[in-house]
T-cell receptor
Framework: GAVVSQHPSRVICKSGTSVKIECRSL??????MFWYRQFPKKSLMLMAT?????????EQGVEKDKFLINHASLTLSTLTVTSAHPEDSSFYIC?????????????FGQGTRLTVV | GQSLEQPSEVTAVEGAIVQINCTYQ??????LSWYQQHDGGAPTFLSY????GLEETGRFSSFLSRSDSYGYLLLQELQMKDSASYFC?????????????FGKGTMLLVSP
């Protein structure tokens, strides 16, 4: 089955530094990938849609300059949290929709637990 | 826009049956999905209903009534490992792709 791999699974960084999270589709090409953020005991909130070869589409209220998204190939999207602050600490997770799958099913990476100290 | 409502928490005992309801409001509807998420893990797909009726997958079943904008997830023969959060979700068609909007989640606590 389709696999989406996300790295790293956990990261701790100092306030003011930047962190890059990678999302890879391992056995299919993904022209579009999605980035979510989830706070403890809350729902998954879509942050942005990553489009291969073009600019990402950000959801309302998400700072483009803070959450940089790059989708340079058909199998890799990256999310960079710039100048991280403690309030950016959260669970970040990506997903992709393999071609031919039904609309109901999305494939998620393992998620990245970001802690900013 | 899309909005989904589901109970925040449900408790049950091992071996029991539990139903988690979901009502939704959407500008365009393409089906209702259900996901399970254990603490600290990624969501995993459970079921999808595009048409009215019941879909059964092992111990899990999902039901949809499009006229009522309502669906539910039914979990039978509950096991301790079923303790998790359960999310209903709908698709939102964008230009050239679609995105998933999730409900706030229902935390299921299964006790011995």
């Amino acid at each position: 089955g389709a696999v989406v791999s996300q790295h790293p699974s956990r990261v701790i960084c100092k306030s003011g530094t930047s962190v890059k999270i990678e999302c890879r589709s391992l056995d299919f090409q993904a022209t579009t990938m999605f980035w979510y953020r989830q706070f403890p005991k809350k729902s998954l909130m879509l942050m942005a849609t990553s489009n291969e070869g073009s600019k990402a589409t950000y959801e309302q209220g998400v700072e483009k300059d803070k959450f940089l998204i790059n989708h340079a190939s058909l199998t890799l999207s990256t999310l960079t949290v710039t100048s991280a602050h403690p309030e950016d600490s959260s669970f970040y997770i990506c997903s992709a929709d393999p071609p031919g799958t039904n609309l109901g099913e999305a494939f998620f990476g393992q998620g990245t637990r970001l802690t900013v100290v | 826009g899309q909005s989904l409502e589901q109970p925040s928490e449900v408790t049950a005992v091992e071996g029991a049956i539990v139903q988690i309801n979901c009502t939704y409001q959407t500008s365009g509807f393409y089906g209702l999905s259900w996901y399970q998420q254990h603490d600290g893990g990624a969501p995993t797909f459970l079921s999808y209903n595009a048409l009215d009726g019941l879909e059964e997958t092992g111990r899990f079943s999902s039901f949809l009534s499009r006229s009522d904008s309502y669906g539910y997830l039914l979990l039978q023969e509950l096991q301790m490992k079923d303790s998790a959060s359960y999310f209903c979700a709908v698709r939102d068609r964008r230009s050239g792709y679609s995105t998933l909007t999730f409900g706030k989640g229902t935390m299921l606590l299964v006790s011995p």
